[in-house]
T-cell receptor, first 114, second 115 residues
Framework: DGGITQSPKYLFRKEGQNVTLSCEQN?????MYWYRQDPGQGLRLIYY???????QKGDIAEGYSVSREKKESFPLTVTSAQKNPTAFYLC?????????????FGPGTRLTVL | AQSVTQLDSQVPVFEEAPVELRCNYS??????LFWYVQYPNQGLQLLLK??????LVKGINGFEAEFNKSQTSFHLRKPSVHISDTAEYFC?????????????FGGGTRLMVKP
C-alpha cells in the first residue's frame, strides 16, 4: 500500500539535545511538508520541499532544519535552538506542490522534551 | 496574507442529529478551500475540497460543504452524525498565487458525538 510513514510514533528528548524525525513516502510525490500541531492552534508549516535538494522555510522554521536528498525522504531535525519543541509533528506530501493539490498526511510523531 | 477562523472549538451533538461546523476565511485573492478530519493520534485525511464550479461540494462519509464567496465562508455539514464521526475537523485555505501549495489551517473544531 502507498502511503507516508513517520517514525518514531513517540519521542522523548532531553533539553539541549537535537533530535531527528523521520518521514518517508512511497507515493512518488514531488512535494513534502512538515507541520507542527499544538492544541487549539491548528497546524503551522515548518518547512516544505517541492523538489529534491530544494526546500523553503514555512511560518515557524526557527530552531528546525531539514534535508531532501531523496524524493521519498524528508527528515526534520529539531535543534536545541527550538525553545518549545514539545508538540505533535505531522509530515505530508502532495503530487506536485501546486495550490489545488490534496496533501496526504502521515500518522505523526509526538515529541516530548523532558 | 490569508487567515482561517473556525468559530467553534468544540461542538457536542447527539448521534443521528445534524451538525454544522463553521469556517470563515479572509484573503485578498481567490482561494481554494479544504476540510480535513483528524482521528485521535492520527494524521489528517481529506474530507472534501472546493476548487471551482458548484459551490456545494460533497465529500466522504456523508459530509458536504458550501462555499459562500460573499460571506467568505465554507461551512461543513452532515445531516445525521454517527459516533464514529467523533474527531477534530480542520478547515484550510490555499490561495491561487502562493508557491508550494502552502495551506493555512484554522484552529480546529472538535466534534463530540454522544449516544
Amino acid at each position: 500500500d502507498g502511503g507516508i510513514t513517520q517514525s518514531p510514533k513517540y519521542l522523548f528528548r532531553k533539553e539541549g539535545q537535537n533530535v531527528t524525525l523521520s518521514c518517508e513516502q512511497n507515493l512518488n510525490h514531488d512535494a513534502m511538508y512538515w507541520y507542527r500541531q499544538d492544541p487549539g492552534q491548528g497546524l503551522r508549516l515548518i518547512y516544505y520541499s517541492q523538489i529534491v535538494n530544494d526546500f523553503q522555510k514555512g511560518d515557524i522554521a526557527e530552531g528546525y532544519s531539514v534535508s531532501r536528498e531523496k524524493k521519498e525522504s524528508f527528515p526534520l531535525t529539531v535543534t536545541s535552538a527550538q525553545k518549545n519543541p514539545t508538540a505533535f509533528y505531522l509530515c505530508a506530501s502532495s503530487i506536485a506542490g501546486v495550490d489545488t493539490d490534496t496533501q496526504y498526511f502521515g500518522p505523526g510523531t509526538r515529541l516530548t522534551v523532558l | 496574507a490569508q487567515s482561517v477562523t473556525q468559530l467553534d472549538s468544540q461542538v457536542p451533538v447527539f448521534e443521528e442529529a445534524p451538525v454544522e461546523l463553521r469556517c470563515n476565511y479572509s484573503s485578498s485573492v481567490s482561494v481554494y478551500l479544504f476540510w480535513y478530519v483528524q482521528y485521535p493520534n492520527q494524521g489528517l485525511q481529506l474530507l472534501l475540497k472546493y476548487l471551482s464550479g458548484s459551490t456545494l461540494v460533497k465529500g466522504i462519509n456523508g459530509f458536504e460543504a458550501e462555499f459562500n464567496k460573499s460571506q467568505t465562508s465554507f461551512h461543513l455539514r452532515k445531516p445525521s452524525v454517527h459516533i464514529s464521526d467523533t474527531a477534530e475537523y480542520f478547515c484550510a485555505v490555499s490561495d491561487q498565487y502562493n508557491a508550494g501549495n502552502m495551506l493555512t489551517f484554522g484552529g480546529g473544531t472538535r466534534l463530540m458525538v454522544k449516544p
